[in-house]
């Protein structure tokens, strides 16, 4: 009897850890609003990202306000690595952080340490 309990119960926790690194998880997006010609998102930085999608116009000058209140090392950069933007950020302190939306596509970003990440859709 006990062998079945924890039979059942290693096969909970091996379904719990497949849901957790490969489930689909709701990701937090937003779109930004312009506002005299200029488009701003605030992302807040504690723990991740958010939000850890943005979506930007094409064509419309952009500005995302980063924010850090982790006091993680790992967080304290952000990396556009196709924008040639790698950012300190204060934690704190805003950090505006000009956005070129010439191109379309979807672009990533990410920590100094390449452990969280977040992606820019420019439409």
């Known amino acids: 009897m006990i062998k079945l309990i924890v039979l059942i119960a290693g096969l ?4 719990f850890i497949g849901w957790w690194f ?3 998880h709701e990701v937090a997006a937003q779109t930004a609003e312009v506002t005299d010609n200029v488009q701003e998102v605030d992302v807040d930085v504690n723990g ?5 999608q943005v979506v930007l116009k094409q064509g419309v000058p952009a500005v995302l306000n980063f924010t850090r209140h982790d006091p993680s090392s790992c967080l304290d950069r952000v990396v556009f690595p196709d ?3 790698n950012r300190a950020l204060p934690k704190g302190q805003l950090e505006a952080i ?13 920590c100094g ?11």
């Open 12 to 15: 909970a926790i091996i379904g």
């Open 98 to 110: 000009k956005i070129d939306t010439s191109k379309a596509g979807e672009y990533q970003w990410a």
């Open 83 to 85: 924008f040639g933007i």
């Open 113 to 123: 340490m390449d452990m969280f990440h977040g992606k820019l859709i420019i439409k």
């Open 22 to 24: 490969f489930g689909k």
């Open 48 to 52: 991740g990202y958010s939000p850890e």
